[in-house]
């Protein structure tokens, strides 16, 4: 690591050829469900909270490069911030609808609302009578997750009044899958069947259920669009099972310094871990303030690249600035100060590492701070 990487406490490498081919991969599992029904089946990009915290300004690109033609976020403000990286056909959906007073906005960058109550309903309708033209939206109901959506009792008013969506073109109809990670559960065919009943009363469009895990369950979820979001940064949308995506992500802390423990000593906060053998401790400078968990004191483990094959656990509390490591088991071999660490990467996959946390890939992907020398490649 050079003179750029000692100047933080650790480097955050993002693959950005993996996410185009993990984004390949997906868009071909779509173009490989398609049916009479649904011909020609897209796959689109969630590049909400910063692309799941690897930068949307160098992440955005890539995916459009790699044939991404549709991208949602969640916020407005994501949207705008995304806008300048994409080229002006590429549409941007906006998960959260307009809030209010923000209508005009998304004219003013070109985003697409996703309408999810007859309150932003009634906003976009008015716009567009203002504007004298006929606006795009997604219309997303809620199929059973009770989050995001239009009631069953919703879809019917407007089933039934033509005039509520008479200046609104309808460019998608969409719905989200609570259990799509648990393929056994009745919930995700009782999901499927809801939204099926549910889109039919809407006008017609193309029809979007699946997010990463979703495409998983098969064909029969994929509809028109996929909507992949953590599976195209490597987390794993098969939880149990092999990941069938590449690996995105190579988060490497540095030594600050080593210390040899007696027998006896407590190490970090609270004195949670006291040593049973004389042992050999590195203090690498990553810690919550990193994002790098708290949750993962005394369950982590962290790998030296030249020695691969042994597993160095974590010790005592992961503070704000730095966590330790029991390095005894490396021998007499010299650690110098700089020395690189792997807490995620090809020996310690974000799942392992996001387990050892109590979490899931999602949170530790994104919590990843902002101080670590970030390297896209």
């Known amino acids: ?93 906006v998960l959260h609808g307009p809030p209010p007073g923000t209508a005009t906005e998304f004219l003013a960058h070109d985003l697409i609302p996703v309408l999810n109550s007859m309150e932003q ?17 997604v219309l997303q109901v809620d199929s059973g997750m009770a989050r995001f959506g239009f009631t069953a009792q919703e879809v019917d008013r407007l089933a039934r009044d033509a005039t509520l969506l008479e200046s609104i073109r309808t460019v998608l109809v969409m719905s989200h899958l609570a259990c799509a990670d648990t393929p056994e ?37 994929r509809f028109d669009l996929g909507r992949p979001g953590a599976a195209l940064y490597g987390v794993n949308p098969t939880p149990g099972r092999p990941n069938p995506m590449r690996d995105v992500i190579r988060l490497q802390a540095n030594v600050i310094q080593t210390r040899d ?58 503070s704000m600035d730095s966590l330790a490591v029991d390095v005894t088991d490396l021998g007499e071999m010299p650690l110098a100060a700089g020395e690189a660490f792997d807490l995620i990467g090809p020996y310690n996959p974000l799942e392992m590492a996001a387990e050892a946390a109590e979490t899931i890939g999602y949170e530790l992907l994104v919590d990843l701070g902002g101080r670590y020398l970030r390297e896209w490649r």
């Not at 955005?60 to 995304?82: D, M, N, Y």
């Not at 009634?122 to 795009?136: F, G, H, K, T, V």
């Not at 069947?193 to 029969?220: C, M, N, Q, V």
């Open 1 to 93: 690591m050079g003179v750029n990487a000692q100047a933080a406490g650790g480097i955050l490498t993002i693959d950005l050829g993996a996410v185009a081919e993990n984004y390949r991969t997906l868009a071909g599992m779509m173009a490989g469900s398609a049916t009479a029904e649904h011909p020609a089946p897209l796959c689109a990009a969630a590049v909400k909270a910063d692309a799941y915290g690897l930068g949307v300004e160098h992440v955005g690109p890539v995916l459009e490069k790699a044939g991404c033609r549709h991208f949602f976020v969640a916020h407005l403000s994501e949207g705008v911030a995304l806008r300048p990286y994409l080229n002006p056909e590429m549409n941007i959906f």
């Open 121 to 137: 309903v009634a906003q976009w309708q008015a716009l567009a009578r203002r504007q004298e033209r006929i606006l795009p939206a």
């Open 185 to 221: 559960n009745p919930a995700n065919r009782h999901q499927l069947e809801t939204f099926r009943a549910l889109a039919a009363k809407l006008p017609a469009a193309p029809r979007s259920l699946a997010a990463s895990s979703g495409l998983f369950l098969g064909p029969d979820w």
């Open 261 to 318: 423990v007696p027998v006896g000593q407590a190490v970090g906060y609270g004195g949670m871990f006291v040593a049973k053998r004389p042992t050999r401790v590195a203090l690498l400078g990553v810690g919550y303030g990193d994002g790098f968990l708290r949750r993962a004191s005394g369950r982590g483990t962290a790998i030296l690249p030249s020695r691969p094959e042994v597993k160095l656990p974590l010790i005592g509390r992961v």
